[in-house]
Nanobody
Framework: QVQLVESGGGLVQPGGSLRLSCAAS????????MGWFRQAPGKEREFVAA????????QFADSVKGRFTISRNNAENTMYLQMKNLVPEDTAVYYC????????????????????WGLGTQVTVAS
């Protein structure tokens, strides 16, 4: 089964940018729908973005549309989240997640649709 490790988090000023990476191990990454979720202190984990097998379909939360981009490199077993124009409300632990059973066109937006999770990377937006 695929295993996931996030990286790229850190402290950034409002208006700044960060790129998160999710490195996957295991033979099935290219057949997984992949997603990014985040969880702020005291709040439930929420959907951020998702991408299908080939990268031809993506989905974003309304709060990040136009600011975040999701992509993947199946040859390198890696998914990315490019975040621009960050605001303090983006502060959270960011998790990558995988769904290996949804099919090539599938793009899930709910936590229960994913059954493999990384440990998360902290993103803090503050001046």
């Amino acid at each position: 089964q695929v295993q996931l490790v996030e990286s790229g988090g850190g402290l950034v000023q409002p208006g700044g940018s960060l790129r998160l990476s999710c490195a996957a191990s295991g033979p099935s990454f290219s057949n997984c729908t992949m997603g990014w979720f985040r969880q702020a202190p005291g709040k439930e984990r929420e959907f951020v973005a998702a991408i299908n097998w080939s990268g031809s379909r993506t989905q974003f939360a309304d709060s990040v549309k136009g600011r975040f981009t999701i992509s993947r490199n199946n040859a390198e077993n890696t998914m990315y989240l490019q975040m621009k124009n960050l605001v303090p409300e983006d502060t959270a632990v960011y998790y990558c997640a995988a769904n290996p059973t949804g099919g090539r066109w599938y793009v899930g937006t709910r936590t229960y649709e994913y059954n493999v999770w990384g440990l998360g990377t902290q993103v803090t937006v503050a001046s």
